[in-house]
């Protein structure tokens, strides 16, 4: 698998997956990335692509939360 393959996670609509962060110390493999309106948790099983998924999301934009949206 290659970081493309999760482009729809970072170009989707705004508010449609967040990053929550679930430990402050871990960097980039401290997040869990959230589908909002599915209200599900997306899985990178892979930890080094993980790590890249998660600094395109974040390079992209898209929102960080300490919780997980109600």
């Known amino acids: 698998m290659s970081v493309d393959e999760f482009r729809r996670l970072w170009e989707a609509t705004k508010g449609r997956y967040v990053l929550v ?3 402050e ?7 869990v990335i959230y589908d909002v ?21 974040l390079q992209a934009g898209v929102s960080v939360m300490d919780d997980f949206p109600k």
Do not use: K, W, Y
């Not at 110390?25 to 997040?31: Q, V």
């Not at 309106?37 to 999301?57: A, F, G, N, T």
């Open 21 to 23: 962060r679930v430990d």
């Open 25 to 31: 110390t871990s960097g980039e493999e401290g997040f």
């Open 37 to 57: 309106p599915d209200r599900s948790v997306e899985l990178v099983d892979d930890d080094e692509l993980h790590v890249q998924v998660i600094r395109c999301m």
